[in-house]
T-cell receptor
């Protein structure tokens, strides 16, 4: 089946690292994505990783992929109050021709001083 | 602004009325997607166009829903005889032809409230 699971809530102190986790079911997915959504807004693409990679770093963001366990994580270094948002993990399933995206329910990140 | 735009941003309607939403993709993107997002959930795929051709429709897209992209540029999503269960955020996204990343860029969404 096509499913993505994420923990619903994460609270961190400003300046600490945040780690948001995601598990998915389709092992044939090619790309996996992280999106950010602020209140009342659309989705902002943060980063993506190709399925033959283990890690991708982009400034404060680090994506780790464990393809064997179908586990994806997003680490945000030096978390700031502006990082408070909902973070969605997504992938393009092979059954959809890698066109449509399947999203998790999102992890709400709250950053407190 | 060269991102994906959607109009209107908010729509309040009475049950049974028809509504139409518009999406303007990023100009060089030939792929366009519609998603629906309800409160507390991630977006769910509705349909996808490559140029003017509608290539895939989700089972979520009942016969009251119709989407068009007549000239391969902007797209419209129409909901006929709206129901309270149609209340949601309707998101549009666009992407380049499938290649590296197949990144989908989203618009700000149209929030529909059916009374």
């Amino acid at each position: 089946g096509e499913d993505v699971e994420q923990s619903l809530f994460l609270s961190v102190r400003e300046g600490d690292s945040s780690v948001i986790n995601c598990t998915y079911t389709d092992s044939s997915s090619t790309y996996l994505y992280w999106y950010k959504q602020e209140p009342g807004a659309g989705l902002q693409l943060l980063t993506y990783i190709f399925s033959n990679m283990d890690m991708k770093q982009d400034q404060r963001l680090t994506v780790l992929l464990n393809k064997k366990d179908k586990h994806l994580s997003l680490r945000i270094a030096d978390t700031q109050t502006g990082d408070s948002a909902i973070y969605f993990c997504a992938y393009g399933p092979s059954s959809g021709g890698y066109n449509k995206l399947i999203f998790g329910a999102g992890t709400r990140l709250a950053v407190h001083p | 602004d060269t991102g994906v735009s959607q109009d209107p941003r908010h729509k309040i309607t009475k049950r049974g009325q028809n509504v139409t939403f518009r999406c303007d993709p990023i100009s060089e993107h030939n792929r366009l997607y519609w998603y629906r997002q309800t409160l507390g959930q991630g977006p769910e795929f509705l349909t996808y166009f490559q140029n003017e051709a509608q290539l895939e429709k989700s089972r979520l897209l009942s016969d009251r829903f119709s989407a068009e992209r007549p000239k391969g540029s902007f797209s419209t999503l129409e909901i006929q005889r709206t129901e309270q269960g149609d209340s949601a955020m309707y998101l549009c996204a666009s992407s380049l032809p499938q290649g590296q990343g197949n990144e989908q860029f989203f618009g700000p969404g149209t929030r529909l409230t059916v009374l």
